[in-house]
Structure formats: structure tokens, C-alpha cells
């Protein structure tokens, strides 16, 4: 037997997932069909009567999510001038014959999910969880913090009233729907498998919400069930995102071999990449931007090294040529500026990955004068001019080994910093 309806709470909502009948706490959340509607004409069942799992296979998040340490509007206090939408004093009595039992079918509109995703109806959809405060407290840190104690506004109010209301505006309904179910024990609800781009949205939702050991079973299927595809070996978009999955869910492993990846193939617009994408933490970012830089820049000193070595007055030859030091010289200057790292180019090194300057050195003709020439005085094409060839390779092997990606134990959660655009942490 469900509980009332509590008066005090707004009035449902036509997208309702009850998680605990019983429920304390109604989560409050907002459905953005300009961002959504795309996306589910062009990934999710369309039309369908029965309310899919759709949602798994949504947007991008793009929306930062409130911070926890900075109180969010209470329902019970709505600002003068943004007067709360929802009426607390308009619940009707017929609401709660109204309430539906079954969780996987969201409320009195159990379609609204597929007919909306019909129509253009560019409004803000309210959605509506009911769920239990005991479940949220032990799952979650945050929630623990925030209905836990009399921090909060709606903690206090759980704790006078026996309920509550908590407005989670930013949050993503749909990768919330799924971890609800995981910290209600409705764990046959919840999807094996998810896309990367749903991944990627729990992910935030679970560090967001502190959730990590709550999910943990289901974050590891999901993450073996993707892996059954191979993982990036080169940059891609995917990169940033298991980047940020890895990170949230301590996959040592991946987290190393992403942060590689990108250690050598992003270049100086990675930042702007990573503001796009899932909201790694900002000191990630910066490291593997530094790492980046440290090796073009000791790539490039590699070659200014032997052209300083060459420039000098002595003859570096084996054979004590004079023109065989000249040609070397004028080979790696003129090679140098063909591959544009002559003049020297500065940071941030604009367009340049450590990856194809390592290949565009490799690929440097060195010439030289030791007993090469053809019979008509004209140079051959040597390939290891007296051996820098050899020097130079040594040197890219070495700043490759030192480029094995980020240390995940340096960047757990808790030892990090959120960049400023997510607003949270
Ligand atoms: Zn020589």
C-alpha cells in the first residue's frame, strides 16, 4: 500500500518514477526536450506505448550540476522574484489514486517519455522521483550530507516533517532513473549494458552524488560489456570520455593508457576539447597538457642540440670533412624548417602533437659528405649521417618511455579539484 501523498509536496508531475512507495523524499528533477527531442528522433524507439530505457542512449551531459556545498533553492523558500514552479499547496486529492506503483513506468503518463519524444514541445518537463531518504543516505555522500544532517534546508524539513522536496535541477533524469533503481535494490531494472555516451552521464551522476561503491558492481559490467569493442588506440572524441570513466570509477589501467593516448596525440587546443566533454578534473587536464608540452619542446631541443653541435667551430666529422659538418648542418636546418620547427616555434605550440613530430623527425633526411657521393660529386641522400640517425631515434625512445600516462592514484577524486565550469566540488 502506497503512502500519501504528502500535502505539502507540488503536484504530480506527468513523468513520475516511484522507486519507494513509501517514499520520503520526492527528487525533483527537469527535462530539457530542446536537448533531448534530437536525440530521441534519432537514437531512441520512437513512439513506442511502453516507456523504454530509452533515455540510455541520450546527449551529451552539458549541464553542470548544483554544488552541494552551496545550498540549492528550496521549494519552501522560492525567491520573489523567480517564484517557484511548483504550486506546494495545489496537490489535489485524487493525486494519489493517481500515483503509479511500477517504477519503470514513469507515473500517470508512463508514455511521456516515448509520445513526447513525438512532438516538438520545446518546454521544460518537470520529472518526478519518489524515493526513499534512508536508501539516498547510505548510498550516497553527498545526499548523506545534505538530508542527513540540518545542514540543509530540506534536511531539516525531512527531519521536522518526516518529508521533503529537493529540487535537483541540473541533474540528468535519466542516468538518475538507473542509479535510483541500483540504490533501491531494483537491481533487475537496471541495464547490463549502456552506451558510452549513458556511461559517461552515470559517471557524473555517481561522482557527483558520491555514489561510487554503491554502483560499483554495475559500473564494472557496464565498463567490461563496452570494453567487448576495442577501446581507442588513437585520439578520438571517446578518448575524453572513458578518460572521465576510468578517472570516476579508479580504472588504473585505463585511465593510464587514455591519458597516454592523449599525452601524445592532442595538441594545444585539448583544454577547449576537454571544456566540451565530460568534466574531467581540471588538474588532469593541465598534467597531460604538461606532459605534452615537456616532450615537443625536448623533441624539438633534440634537433637544436645537433644543429648547436654543428654550428660550432670544430669539425665534428669522423672523417675530419669540413663540408661533410656543412651539408649535415644545412640538411637538419633546412629539414627543420620543412617540418616548421625552424624558426623555433614557441609554446603553446599551436596544431603540434608530440606524436607526428616524433614522425616528421624520423622522417628528417640528414645528409652528409663521408664517402657517399656519387660519381659526379653530387651527395647522396644518406640516411644515418654519421650517425645521428641513431642519436636522434635513442633520444625519441627515450621521451617516448617517459610518456606512459597519468598515475591514477595521483588524481582519485578526493585529492582533486573540479575545473570552475562544472561548479561542483
Ligand atoms: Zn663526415
Given at each position: 500500500?502506497?503512502?500519501?501523498?504528502?500535502?505539502?509536496?507540488?503536484?504530480?508531475?506527468?513523468?513520475?518514477?516511484?522507486?519507494?512507495?513509501?517514499?520520503?523524499?520526492?527528487?525533483?528533477?527537469?527535462?530539457?526536450?530542446?536537448?533531448?527531442?534530437?536525440?530521441?528522433?534519432?537514437?531512441?524507439?520512437?513512439?513506442?506505448?511502453?516507456?523504454?530505457?530509452?533515455?540510455?542512449?541520450?546527449?551529451?551531459?552539458?549541464?553542470?550540476?548544483?554544488?552541494?556545498?552551496?545550498?540549492?533553492?528550496?521549494?519552501?523558500?522560492?525567491?520573489?522574484?523567480?517564484?517557484?514552479?511548483?504550486?506546494?499547496?495545489?496537490?489535489?486529492?485524487?493525486?494519489?489514486?493517481?500515483q503509479e506503483k511500477d517504477s519503470t513506468r514513469p507515473g500517470s503518463s508512463v508514455g511521456s517519455i516515448s509520445t513526447a519524444s513525438c512532438m516538438v514541445k520545446p518546454e521544460i518537463q518537470q520529472v518526478q522521483m519518489r524515493v526513499s531518504s534512508r536508501h539516498l543516505i547510505l548510498a550516497s555522500a553527498t545526499f548523506r550530507?545534505?538530508?542527513?544532517?540540518?545542514?540543509?534546508?530540506?534536511?531539516?524539513?525531512?527531519?521536522?516533517?518526516?518529508?521533503?522536496?529537493?529540487?535537483?535541477?541540473?541533474?540528468?533524469?535519466?542516468?538518475?532513473?538507473?542509479?535510483?533503481?541500483?540504490?533501491?535494490?531494483?537491481?533487475?531494472?537496471?541495464?547490463?549494458?549502456?552506451?558510452?555516451?549513458?556511461?559517461?552521464?552515470?559517471?557524473?551522476?555517481?561522482?557527483?552524488?558520491?555514489?561510487?561503491?554503491?554502483?560499483?558492481?554495475?559500473?564494472?559490467?557496464?565498463?567490461?560489456?563496452?570494453?567487448?569493442n576495442p577501446l581507442?588506440?588513437?585520439?578520438?572524441?571517446?578518448?575524453?570520455?572513458?578518460?572521465?570513466?576510468?578517472w570516476v570509477f579508479q580504472k588504473e589501467d585505463g585511465f593510464r593508457n587514455m591519458s597516454q593516448i592523449l599525452e601524445r596525440e592532442s595538441d594545444h587546443s585539448l583544454e577547449d576539447e576537454?571544456?566540451?566533454?565530460?568534466?574531467?578534473?581540471?588538474?588532469?587536464?593541465?598534467?597531460?597538457?604538461?606532459n605534452r608540452l615537456y616532450c615537443i619542446e625536448s623533441t624539438i631541443q633534440v634537433i637544436y642540440d645537433l644543429i648547436t653541435k654543428y654550428s660550432g667551430p670544430e669539425i665534428i666529422c669522423c672523417n675530419d670533412r669540413f663540408a661533410c659538418d656543412a651539408i649535415l648542418l644545412g640538411s637538419l636546418l633546412k629539414r627543420s624548417a620543412t617540418i616548421g620547427i625552424s624558426p623555433r616555434p614557441k609554446n603553446p605550440y599551436p596544431g603540434?602533437?608530440?606524436?607526428?613530430?616524433?614522425?616528421?623527425?624520423?622522417e628528417m633526411q640528414v645528409l652528409d659528405n663521408c664517402g657517399h657521393t656519387s660519381g659526379d660529386g653530387t651527395y647522396y641522400d644518406y640516411i644515418n649521417g654519421n650517425g645521428i640517425k641513431d642519436s636522434i631515434e635513442a633520444s625519441l625512445r627515450s621521451l617516448e618511455d617517459r610518456m606512459c600516462g597519468l598515475k591514477l592514484e595521483s588524481f582519485l577524486p578526493h585529492k582533486t579539484t573540479m575545473k570552475s565550469k562544472c561548479g561542483f566540488f
Open positions: 500500500m502506497d503512502a500519501a501523498w504528502p500535502p505539502t509536496w507540488p503536484k504530480i508531475a506527468e513523468e513520475l518514477y516511484i522507486f519507494d512507495p513509501r517514499g520520503d523524499v520526492l527528487l525533483i528533477l527537469e527535462r530539457r526536450p530542446e536537448k533531448d527531442m534530437a536525440e530521441y528522433v534519432d537514437e531512441a524507439p520512437k513512439c513506442e506505448d511502453e516507456a523504454r530505457p530509452a533515455e540510455y542512449e541520450e546527449p551529451a551531459l552539458e549541464e553542470p550540476a548544483l554544488d552541494w556545498l552551496q545550498p540549492e533553492p528550496s521549494v519552501e523558500e522560492p525567491q520573489a522574484e523567480e517564484p517557484s514552479p511548483y504550486e506546494l499547496d495545489t496537490v489535489e486529492p485524487e493525486a494519489e489514486a493517481e550530507a545534505y538530508l542527513g544532517s540540518d545542514k540543509f534546508s530540506e534536511g531539516r524539513t525531512l527531519q521536522t516533517k518526516g518529508n521533503a522536496v529537493v529540487l535537483l535541477a541540473d541533474e540528468d533524469p535519466d542516468a538518475m532513473v538507473i542509479v535510483l533503481h541500483i540504490i533501491h535494490g531494483l537491481t533487475r531494472k537496471v541495464p547490463r549494458q549502456v552506451s558510452l555516451e549513458m556511461l559517461s552521464r552515470l559517471a557524473f551522476v555517481v561522482n557527483h552524488r558520491q555514489m561510487h561503491e554503491a554502483v560499483e558492481l554495475f559500473s564494472d559490467i557496464w565498463i567490461e560489456n563496452l570494453k567487448q581507442p588506440g588513437r585520439y578520438t572524441p571517446e578518448v575524453l570520455s572513458w578518460l572521465f570513466i576510468f576537454a571544456d566540451a566533454g565530460p568534466p574531467l578534473p581540471a588538474s588532469i587536464i593541465g598534467n597531460i597538457g604538461q603540434m602533437t608530440f606524436k607526428r613530430l616524433a614522425e616528421q623527425i624520423r
